[in-house]
């Protein structure tokens, strides 16, 4: 089974610098899609970045950008000139692309706190 | 356009009692998905259906939970005799299919508590 692993419980930021968000999964499959959602204070989860396993260039987003290595099956989550609004939990997302499979798996999340 | 609604957004029960969340998905999404998100843990999977079929179910759904599309549109959740373990806020999230990334889009959740 594939698990998606966040080391960092609670980051912090400057307004403006840019922060880091690490992830890491483990897999036997050679396909399959990643995706960083940001969930704020009780409101709804969003999509803020996804990427498929086969494209080597990085996806970007904007201020969000992303650190693929597929070989060390580790996918962080760059937020540049960081804004108050990016406050929000933030989760590493799974999902197959083969065998039918359409559930996400998450990681356990990174709290993101954004100073003024 | 609208997004994902949930209802309620808020329940609380009494163990041993049932209790019934439905989701509405965008209009256009034929795939739509229930998670189960538990404080300081992220969503985990507990079905999907594809039109009315439900084509994926986690070891997570246990007996006392049943879901349905009857129509392809609408789902309900349905838990019986509700645990304290329950407690939790429970996702839908829905789909267009057929697309390279299949984003899924999420509701607002209804956050239960089971006293």
């Known amino acids: 089974a594939q698990t998606v692993t966040q080391s960092q419980p609670e980051m912090s930021v400057q307004e403006a610098e840019t922060v ?10 050679s396909d399959y899609y990643l995706f960083w959602y940001k969930q704020p204070p009780s409101r709804q989860m969003i999509l803020v970045i996804r990427q498929e396993a086969y494209k080597q260039q990085n996806a970007t987003e904007n201020r969000f950008s992303v650190n693929f290595q597929k070989a060390a099956k580790s996918f962080s989550l760059k937020i540049s000139d960081s804004q108050l609004g990016d406050a929000a939990m ?12 359409e559930k996400l798996v998450f990681g356990k999340g990174t709290k993101l706190t954004v100073n003024p | 356009d609208t997004g994902v609604s949930q209802d309620p957004r808020h ?10 969340f439905r989701c509405d998905p965008i209009s256009e999404h034929n795939r739509l998905y229930w998670y189960r998100q538990t404080l300081g843990q992220g969503p985990e999977f507990l079905t999907y259906f594809q039109n009315e079929a439900q084509l994926e179910k986690s070891r997570l759904l246990s007996d006392r939970f049943s879901a349905e ?47």
């Open chain 2, 69 to 115: 599309r009857p129509k392809g549109s609408f789902s309900t959740l349905e838990i019986q005799r509700t645990e304290q373990g329950d407690s939790a806020m429970y996702l839908c999230a829905s789909s267009r299919g057929a697309t390279l990334y299949n984003e899924q889009f999420f509701g607002p959740g209804t956050r239960l508590t089971v006293l």
């Open chain 2, 11 to 20: 329940k609380i029960t009494k163990r041993g009692q049932n209790v019934t």
């Open chain 1, 20 to 29: 880091t968000l690490s992830c890491t999964y483990d897999t036997s499959e």
């Open chain 1, 90 to 101: 933030y989760f590493c997302a799974y999902r197959s692309a083969t065998g039918g499979s």
